[in-house]
T-cell receptor
Framework: NAGVMQNPRHLVRRRGQEARLRCSPV?????VYWYRQLPEEGLKFMVYLQKENIIDESGMPKERFSAEFPKEGPSILRIQQVVRGDSAAYFC???????????????FGNGTRLTVT | RKEVEQDPGPFNVPEGATVAFNCTYS??????FFWYRQDCRKEPKLLMSVYSSGNEDGRFTAQLNRASQYISLLIRDSKLSDSATYLCVVIVGTGGGNKLTFGTGTQLKVEL
């Protein structure tokens, strides 16, 4: 069974360009989570999505960042007009539909390293 | 105050040593607790869940103290391959999805 797949592994963008990061969840998983890790910092929650719905985007910057998880295809994290401060590792995780009252750990993809020049 | 606090280290220990990491969390509504391991420039990987009764997995022992809002990880007989950053992770509540809150990690270096 394939785990969470992220691509590209490395992405280089010039300031002002757009970055698109893709995350294919584990087969059968309908929930996706995006996290960002800035250099020398911990992982920070960005957004939690179910198919076609954003459930929690409390960690997303208000401007330039958006995320989607369409009915078909991977989840996309989109960063418009990138700036140097967006350089980071972006990790995605997926989970099956939750059982109410039960928390399970997440298993992450190998990440996309974005470098803005 | 950070939601999850850890001593960043680094902890430099000789091979075979026993080392312990501590972590405190601020939200008393935290319900689930985990230790993850992250190797340099790689994704975090689940090491073990942490239960109130304490739990052990080989050389690793995790403890949870809800009253003090404190989690620990003990590694016995350290191996060179244990060198990594250890991340303390909590989930607050049970109704908001599996949203993990990470500490910034404790770096361990095991040396010959």
């Amino acid at each position: 069974n394939a785990g969470v797949m992220q691509n590209p592994r490395h992405l280089v963008r010039r300031r002002g360009q757009e970055a698109r990061l893709r995350c294919s969840p584990v087969k059968g998983h309908s929930h996706v989570y995006w996290y960002r890790q800035l250099p020398e910092e911990g992982l920070k929650f960005m957004v939690y999505l179910q198919k076609e719905n954003i459930i929690d985007e409390s960690g997303m910057p208000k401007e330039r960042f958006s995320a989607e998880f369409p009915k078909e295809g991977p989840s996309i994290l989109r960063i418009q007009q990138v700036v140097r401060g967006d350089s980071a590792a972006y990790f995605c995780a997926s989970s099956p539909p939750r059982r109410q009252g039960y928390n399970s750990p997440l298993h992450f993809g190998n990440g996309t390293r974005l470098t803005v020049t | 105050r950070k939601e999850v606090e850890q001593d960043p280290g680094p902890f430099n220990v000789p091979e075979g040593a026993t080392v312990a990491f501590n972590c405190t969390y601020s939200n008393s509504a935290s319900q689930s607790f985990f230790w993850y391991r992250q190797d340099c420039r790689k994704e975090p990987k689940l090491l073990m869940s942490v239960y109130s009764s304490g739990n052990e997995d080989g050389r690793f022992t995790a403890q949870l103290n809800r009253a003090s809002q404190y989690i620990s990880l003990l590694i016995r007989d350290s191996k060179l391959s244990d060198s990594a950053t250890y991340l303390c992770v909590v989930i607050v509540g049970t109704g908001g999805g599996n949203k993990l809150t990470f500490g910034t990690g404790t770096q361990l270096k095991v040396e010959l």
